[in-house]
């Protein structure tokens, strides 16, 4: 089976930490409307992620009360982010990957599901909700090389809305020149206006932006791998 099939996790819990770096890139931006590109998007279960309830340690819940996904994460220390009540307005969705996984597809489906360790059945429910929210809300997925996807993705983020680049456990897949071409493609495209980067990579997150080719950081935190808990060290 593994000659034509791929290991591809869809950890929907990553959206515990996700979404308070997304409502960071928002309070940055104005509140404008985000342009999400998801690269390394597998099934594109984590580009709805304002189709979730999410429920912290600290006491704050965010999302609607009768979504269909609930996440529970710890957060470690004193630290949250300062989030708005409401979610930011996503004015685009689109993935990129070199294999996208058609949720679809009775086999995919039941592919993505075997993946999840026996181990973790919250998880397995969690995947399955948010399956079904898919289903009903699909995002653009595109199957192909992320540095030459993802120049002409950009360019098609409305004028109105930030551009926000995310990637969770895939800069890791690739050599360290490309690595380099993909900062370089978002440099690139902040000469014309500011481009946002979730990171969340080794159990690190870093929320950034590029303006006309100069990094800064916004934010950043320790993380676990699945979502399950997190430490936002500075910049919330």
Known sequence: ??????VQTNVVGRC?????????VSN??????????????????????????YSYSNGREFGSSDARVRLESEVIGQQ??????????????????????????????????????????????VFEAAAT?????PPALFAGDALDLLPGILETVRDDSAPCVFHCHT??????????????????????????????ESGTLVVSRCDSGVWSVIANANCDPHGRWVEWLEGV
């Open 28 to 53: 940055h931006a104005n509140g404008r409307l985000l342009g999400l590109i998801d690269v390394g998007a597998s099934a594109g279960l984590n580009l709805n992620w304002d189709w979730y309830h």
């Open 171 to 200: 800069l890791n897949q690739f050599t360290p020149q490309a690595r380099e071409s993909f900062r370089d493609i978002i440099e690139a495209a902040s000469a014309d206006r500011t481009v946002y980067l979730v990171s969340a």
């Open 80 to 125: 949250f982010p300062g989030l708005r009540e409401h979610f930011p307005q996503v004015s685009s969705r689109v993935g990129i990957d070199m294999n996208p996984i058609d949720l679809s597809k009775p086999v995919d489906l039941l592919w993505s599901r075997a993946l999840i360790w026996p181990e973790h059945p919250r998880r397995a429910r």
């Open 16 to 24: 515990a930490y996700l979404m308070p770096a997304f409502g960071i």
């Open 133 to 137: 929210v898919l289903a009903d809300n």
């Open 1 to 6: 089976m593994l000659s034509f099939r791929r």
